[in-house]
Structure formats: structure tokens, C-alpha cells
């Protein structure tokens, strides 16, 4: 009798504890036929609550947490960074981690955040590497982590061009290598974008999406006042301070300068991605207009708190995803914007997600 008791009193204290952390089991948003199914009941991640760290239940602490200390005490060295001029002279980079592992080792290619460096990322390649035990190909975008820039043309969510460009190298190099996608933040656009354009015909088996703002015409509408604006500046310094010289003759650039949002940004700064007008670069980059012709195997994830990629904007492809055989989007109540910590030794819940679901293809 006594026993019992206090089991109850265990499990109500536990239920309080999560609540107050705002412990829940995943959401789960796919087709239930569809092939996707089988792997989903194979992730025991989606059977149990997620548990943010105690002290990070708060979305905003929990951002400012991974963006200001954990990007900077995480300690990586990265074994080579290959800078690659594509074909119009512009530059971008790969940088490796697992470089020297055996040539058939499967390799994850990640697409990095808005404003991603080599460094910025150190975390993310660092996880998926324990985890998988697989080579990492970080895939740097025009005029990031200062890349010179010959050719003026930078994009916030990147061009496929460039990636295939990218692919092309690293399948030189190891061409057994059995490849896979993550794309986090900004990348899932480029990622999306890329999957959508090709259908079938990609070497990526399967791929997983963190944060994603789906339809970039009217995502950062949702992103939090505070972020948009620290965000904004971010762009001014990492693509715009570095470059005057390259942007001198841009006509858009007084408007582009102007802009204290990044809706505002994104409006305006088409000619620097290399478009004539805001209707051509949304049409050539936005992945929502090809987000049906996904082929392969992907796993997105949103936290419900996230102040950066709204869930709002999943929302209106709720439908849509729920009859497509290959896609599940999976939510969370917290996790904030790409953080995902658990335990007390603050660890991704998101990166041991993504890696037991890569492992399965």
C-alpha cells in the first residue's frame, strides 16, 4: 500500500517537472501509409518526451544559449577547407571533417545557417560525426566566412547551381561514398530547393531539415522584432562591410542599406543575388514551389517555441505534407531556434535524431 503511494507520488511529481519544463512527446505530422512510416516507428526519439535542459526551458535563453556560448566553447579543428571557384568565377568552400576516413564511408554534406561559418557550425558537425561515425562536408556559401567574392553575388538562402557544383567535387573525391543532406536554418531552404529541382535524380539518400522557414516569401514576417533586427545587422556585417568595393555599383544598394528587418532585407537585395526584380529571385529560389517534387526520404523538425522559423509557417502545408509518402514533420513544444538541448551535459536531442535517422537509409 505504501509502495503505491508513493510510486503515485513519483509519477505526479514527474508530471509536474514536465510540465513546468514543458516536456511533451513529439508531434508527428505524415502520410500513415506512406513509405516513411516504417523508419518513424524505428526512431524510439519520437516515442519518448523531449526534456530540455532545466535551466533552458525559456525559448529566448535557450537561443542565446547556443548562438553566444555554445557556438564558442564548442572545440573542433577541421581537417582541410577546399575553396572551389565555380563556373561564372564566383568562390565557395567545403570544409571536411572525417577527411582521411576510408573512401566508401558514407558522408553527410550539411547546408549552413543564414550567417554560417566553419566556426558557427563546429557543433552540428561535431555531433553528427560521434554519432554516425561518417566523414562531414560543410558546404560554405558565397561570401561567407569572409570568402573573397570576384563575382558580386551573394544569397541568403543559397543557389543550387553552386550545390551541384559542390556535389560534383565531393563525389571526385569519394565516389563511393554513400551521401547525405542536413540543412539547418537558412540551409534548409537551399537544401529544399535543391531535393525539390531534382526529384529522383540526386546521390542523396535521405536528408533532414532543422528549422526551417518553408515558404521564404513571408517567413521572416514571423521572425521575433528583436532577432529580425540583431539578424539584420549580422547581414550588414558579414556580406556588405566586408565587400563595398564589390557592392559600389549596385543600384539597389541605398535601399538594401535601409533596410532594418530582415523582411526588409530580403525584399530588397534580388540584385545582389543576381536578379533583376523580387519576382525572378523568389522564383528561382524559394523552395516552396518545389516542395512537392521531393523524392527521397526527409525528416523536418520545428520546435513550437522557435522565435526565428515560426511555426506559423508550417501551417498552411500541414495538408500537402500529410499525403506525401516520403516526408514527416516532426514538432516539438521547445527546443527554441536550432538549440534542442537535453540533459545536464546540454547535448542536440535534434542531432541524435538526425543521425539515427540517416543510419536507416
Request: hydrophobic share 35%; with cysteine.
Amino acid at each position: 500500500m505504501g509502495i503505491s503511494i508513493l510510486n503515485k507520488i513519483k509519477v505526479l511529481g514527474s508530471n509536474f517537472y514536465d510540465a513546468v519544463l514543458g516536456a511533451e512527446p513529439p508531434k508527428i505530422y505524415y502520410d500513415p501509409k506512406g513509405k516513411i512510416k516504417d523508419v518513424l516507428e524505428k526512431l524510439p526519439q519520437l516515442k519518448q518526451k523531449y526534456r530540455p535542459t532545466p535551466w533552458l526551458s525559456n525559448t529566448h535563453v535557450h537561443l542565446l544559449y547556443f548562438d553566444i556560448i555554445r557556438k564558442k566553447t564548442i572545440k573542433l579543428n577541421y581537417d582541410r577547407i577546399d575553396q572551389l571557384t565555380m563556373q561564372d568565377g564566383g568562390v565557395t568552400a567545403i570544409a571536411w571533417y572525417g577527411y582521411d576516413l576510408a573512401p566508401e564511408t558514407p558522408t553527410i554534406v550539411i547546408m549552413h545557417t543564414i550567417t554560417g561559418t566553419p566556426e558557427s557550425m563546429r557543433e552540428l558537425v561535431k555531433d553528427l560525426h560521434e554519432y554516425t561515425g561518417w566523414r562531414i562536408a560543410l558546404c560554405l556559401r558565397r561570401g561567407h566566412a569572409g570568402l573573397p567574392m570576384p563575382v558580386p553575388q551573394i544569397s541568403l538562402f543559397g543557389s543550387t547551381h553552386d550545390l551541384k557544383e559542390q556535389l560534383i567535387h565531393i563525389h571526385n573525391l569519394f565516389p563511393t561514398s554513400d551521401l547525405y543532406a542536413v540543412g539547418s536554418s537558412a540551409g534548409t531552404g537551399l537544401l529544399v530547393r535543391y531535393l525539390g529541382e531534382q526529384g529522383t535524380n540526386t546521390p542523396f539518400k535521405a536528408a533532414f531539415a532543422m528549422c526551417p522557414g518553408y515558404n521564404t516569401e513571408i517567413g521572416f514576417k514571423n521572425v521575433h522584432p528583436f532577432y529580425s533586427k540583431i539578424m539584420t545587422k549580422k547581414l550588414f556585417k558579414n556580406f556588405i562591410d566586408p565587400y563595398q568595393k564589390t557592392w559600389s555599383h549596385t543600384a539597389s544598394l541605398k535601399k538594401v542599406l535601409a533596410s532594418t528587418t530582415l523582411e526588409e532585407f530580403e525584399k530588397e537585395y534580388y540584385e545582389m543575388a543576381g536578379f533583376q526584380d523580387y519576382q525572378s529571385y523568389c522564383q528561382a529560389i524559394n523552395p516552396i514551389y518545389v516542395f512537392e517534387n521531393v523524392k527521397i526520404p526527409l525528416i523536418i523538425l520545428n520546435a513550437e517555441d522557435d522565435p526565428v522559423c515560426s511555426i506559423k509557417n508550417l501551417e498552411p502545408y500541414k495538408h500537402v505534407i500529410q499525403q506525401m509518402d516520403n516526408i514527416a514533420v516532426i514538432t516539438t513544444k521547445k527546443g527554441s531556434h536550432c538549440g534542442f538541448y537535453e540533459g545536464f551535459n546540454t547535448r542536440s536531442w535534434a542531432a541524435r535524431l538526425m543521425a539515427d535517422f540517416l543510419k536507416h537509409y
